[in-house]
Protein backbone atom coordinates (compact mmCIF):
# COMPACT_ATOMS: atom_id res chain seq x y z
CA UNK A 1 0.00 0.00 0.00
CA UNK A 2 1.22 3.45 -0.54
CA UNK A 3 1.95 5.21 1.98
CA UNK A 4 1.06 9.08 2.35
CA UNK A 5 2.19 11.72 4.56
CA UNK A 6 -0.07 14.63 5.28
CA UNK A 7 1.72 18.06 7.09
CA UNK A 8 -0.06 21.02 7.60
CA UNK A 9 1.52 24.05 8.55
CA UNK A 10 -1.18 26.15 10.48
CA UNK A 11 -1.61 24.57 14.11
CA UNK A 12 -4.43 27.56 14.73
CA UNK A 13 -7.69 26.04 16.12
CA UNK A 14 -10.44 26.56 13.57
CA UNK A 15 -7.70 26.79 11.04
CA UNK A 16 -8.76 26.51 7.22
CA UNK A 17 -5.74 24.62 6.23
CA UNK A 18 -6.15 22.08 8.94
CA UNK A 19 -9.73 21.51 7.34
CA UNK A 20 -8.57 21.03 3.87
CA UNK A 21 -5.78 18.79 5.22
CA UNK A 22 -8.75 16.32 6.50
CA UNK A 23 -10.30 16.77 3.53
CA UNK A 24 -7.29 15.53 1.30
CA UNK A 25 -6.15 13.05 3.63
CA UNK A 26 -9.54 11.41 3.20
CA UNK A 27 -9.48 11.68 0.11
CA UNK A 28 -6.20 10.06 -0.42
CA UNK A 29 -7.36 6.67 1.69
CA UNK A 30 -10.22 6.75 -0.79
CA UNK A 31 -7.75 6.11 -3.55
CA UNK A 32 -5.75 3.25 -1.75
CA UNK A 33 -3.17 5.40 0.62
CA UNK A 34 -1.81 4.50 4.12
CA UNK A 35 -2.04 7.90 5.22
CA UNK A 36 -0.25 9.40 8.18
CA UNK A 37 -0.99 12.79 9.86
CA UNK A 38 2.31 14.83 11.03
CA UNK A 39 1.07 17.32 13.45
CA UNK A 40 3.43 20.05 13.82
CA UNK A 41 2.04 21.08 17.14
CA UNK A 42 3.28 17.89 18.89
CA UNK A 43 6.56 18.12 17.95
CA UNK A 44 9.50 20.26 19.75
CA UNK A 45 11.17 21.36 17.17
CA UNK A 46 13.83 24.35 18.17
CA UNK A 47 14.80 26.63 15.44
CA UNK A 48 17.15 24.92 13.26
CA UNK A 49 20.49 25.91 13.63
CA UNK A 50 23.60 23.92 12.69
CA UNK A 51 25.03 24.25 16.30
CA UNK A 52 21.74 22.64 17.86
CA UNK A 53 22.29 19.52 15.04
CA UNK A 54 26.04 19.44 16.76
CA UNK A 55 25.35 19.27 19.57
CA UNK A 56 22.09 17.27 20.32
CA UNK A 57 19.94 16.38 17.51
CA UNK A 58 16.58 16.83 19.34
CA UNK A 59 14.44 13.52 19.34
CA UNK A 60 10.98 15.06 17.97
CA UNK A 61 13.01 15.97 14.95
CA UNK A 62 14.76 12.27 14.54
CA UNK A 63 10.94 11.13 14.97
CA UNK A 64 9.78 13.47 12.03
CA UNK A 65 12.63 12.43 9.83
CA UNK A 66 11.52 8.94 10.72
CA UNK A 67 8.32 9.08 9.68
CA UNK A 68 8.87 10.72 6.35
CA UNK A 69 11.21 8.47 5.93
CA UNK A 70 9.19 5.67 5.61
CA UNK A 71 6.60 7.58 3.40
CA UNK A 72 6.02 7.41 -0.49
CA UNK A 73 5.34 10.47 -0.71
CA UNK A 74 3.68 13.75 1.07
CA UNK A 75 1.20 15.70 0.81
CA UNK A 76 2.07 19.31 2.76
CA UNK A 77 -1.50 21.85 3.04
CA UNK A 78 0.36 25.66 3.94
CA UNK A 79 -1.33 29.00 4.92
CA UNK A 80 0.63 32.13 3.40
CA UNK A 81 3.08 34.02 6.01
CA UNK A 82 3.72 37.07 4.32
CA UNK A 83 3.98 35.95 0.52
CA UNK A 84 6.21 32.59 1.86
CA UNK A 85 5.17 29.64 4.45
CA UNK A 86 4.84 29.58 7.95
CA UNK A 87 8.27 29.40 9.91
CA UNK A 88 7.24 26.43 11.21
CA UNK A 89 6.73 24.33 8.15
CA UNK A 90 9.59 25.40 6.81
CA UNK A 91 11.77 23.82 10.19
CA UNK A 92 9.85 20.85 9.98
CA UNK A 93 11.90 20.83 6.62
CA UNK A 94 14.87 22.18 7.58
CA UNK A 95 15.27 19.20 10.21
CA UNK A 96 13.81 16.67 8.36
CA UNK A 97 16.78 17.30 5.15
CA UNK A 98 19.51 17.35 7.80
CA UNK A 99 21.50 13.88 7.62
CA UNK A 100 21.71 11.39 10.22
CA UNK A 101 23.90 8.31 10.89
CA UNK A 102 26.00 7.65 8.43
CA UNK A 103 24.15 9.62 5.65
CA UNK A 104 25.75 12.00 3.29
CA UNK A 105 25.34 15.47 3.45
CA UNK A 106 23.16 15.28 0.75
CA UNK A 107 21.15 11.76 1.73
CA UNK A 108 18.08 13.79 1.51
CA UNK A 109 16.36 10.48 2.85
CA UNK A 110 12.91 11.77 3.88
CA UNK A 111 12.37 13.79 0.53
CA UNK A 112 14.44 12.40 -2.29
CA UNK A 113 12.77 10.59 -5.35
CA UNK A 114 9.45 11.02 -3.54
CA UNK A 115 6.08 12.52 -4.73
CA UNK A 116 4.77 15.75 -3.45
CA UNK A 117 1.72 17.38 -3.39
CA UNK A 118 0.77 20.88 -2.26
CA UNK A 119 -2.57 22.67 -1.57
CA UNK A 120 -3.41 25.81 0.56
CA UNK A 121 -6.29 27.91 1.96
CA UNK A 122 -6.41 31.90 2.27
CA UNK A 123 -8.68 34.04 3.63
CA UNK A 124 -7.32 36.10 0.28
CA UNK A 125 -8.87 36.35 -2.52
CA UNK A 126 -5.71 34.15 -4.34
CA UNK A 127 -6.37 30.95 -1.90
CA UNK A 128 -2.04 31.07 -0.90
CA UNK A 129 -0.70 30.78 -4.56
CA UNK A 130 2.49 32.58 -3.36
CA UNK A 131 3.12 30.64 -0.35
CA UNK A 132 2.36 27.39 -2.13
CA UNK A 133 5.40 28.94 -5.19
CA UNK A 134 7.35 29.22 -2.45
CA UNK A 135 6.91 25.50 -0.84
CA UNK A 136 7.23 24.26 -4.82
CA UNK A 137 10.31 25.83 -4.66
CA UNK A 138 11.69 24.72 -1.16
CA UNK A 139 10.39 20.75 -1.96
CA UNK A 140 12.55 20.85 -5.30
CA UNK A 141 15.60 21.86 -3.18
CA UNK A 142 14.93 18.53 -1.53
CA UNK A 143 14.49 16.63 -4.23
CA UNK A 144 11.35 15.76 -4.58
CA UNK A 145 9.42 15.45 -7.40
CA UNK A 146 6.14 17.59 -6.86
CA UNK A 147 3.21 16.98 -8.60
CA UNK A 148 1.99 19.58 -11.36
CA UNK A 149 -1.77 19.55 -9.67
CA UNK A 150 -2.22 21.69 -6.99
CA UNK A 151 -5.20 23.44 -4.87
CA UNK A 152 -6.22 26.64 -3.96
CA UNK A 153 -9.03 27.92 -1.81
CA UNK A 154 -9.55 31.50 -1.53
CA UNK A 155 -11.63 32.80 0.63
CA UNK A 156 -11.56 30.42 2.69
CA UNK A 157 -13.24 31.58 5.68
CA UNK A 158 -16.66 31.34 3.17
CA UNK A 159 -15.59 28.42 1.42
CA UNK A 160 -15.88 25.81 4.11
CA UNK A 161 -19.28 24.41 5.80
CA UNK A 162 -19.95 24.00 9.61
CA UNK A 163 -18.62 20.24 9.21
CA UNK A 164 -15.71 21.26 7.46
CA UNK A 165 -15.94 20.36 3.99
CA UNK A 166 -15.87 22.45 1.01
CA UNK A 167 -18.84 24.26 -0.30
CA UNK A 168 -17.72 24.86 -3.82
CA UNK A 169 -17.67 22.00 -6.02
CA UNK A 170 -14.90 22.73 -7.86
CA UNK A 171 -12.42 22.69 -4.73
CA UNK A 172 -13.82 20.15 -3.62
CA UNK A 173 -12.85 18.08 -7.08
CA UNK A 174 -9.38 19.55 -7.30
CA UNK A 175 -8.82 17.55 -3.73
CA UNK A 176 -10.11 14.79 -4.95
CA UNK A 177 -8.16 14.74 -8.42
CA UNK A 178 -5.17 15.86 -6.31
CA UNK A 179 -5.11 13.28 -4.19
CA UNK A 180 -5.16 10.81 -6.88
CA UNK A 181 -2.77 11.68 -8.91
CA UNK A 182 -0.44 12.10 -6.00
CA UNK A 183 -1.17 8.27 -4.98
CA UNK A 184 -0.76 6.98 -8.46
CA UNK A 185 2.19 9.00 -8.75
CA UNK A 186 3.92 7.95 -5.48
CA UNK A 187 3.36 4.47 -6.04
CA UNK A 188 4.82 4.79 -9.80
CA UNK A 189 8.22 6.10 -8.34
CA UNK A 190 8.04 3.31 -5.78
CA UNK A 191 7.89 0.33 -7.96
Known amino acids: MTKIAVIVGSTRDGSFNRALGALAAARLEAHGAEVTLVDLATLDLPIYTAALEA ?34 LKNAIDWASRPTGDEGLVALSAFRGKAAAIMGASISPFGGIRGLAHLRQILGTVQMLVIPDQVLVPSAHAAFDEDGQLKDALPASLVDMTAARLVAVAKALTA
Open 55 to 88: NAFPADALKLKATLVAQDGLLLVSPEYNGSIPAL
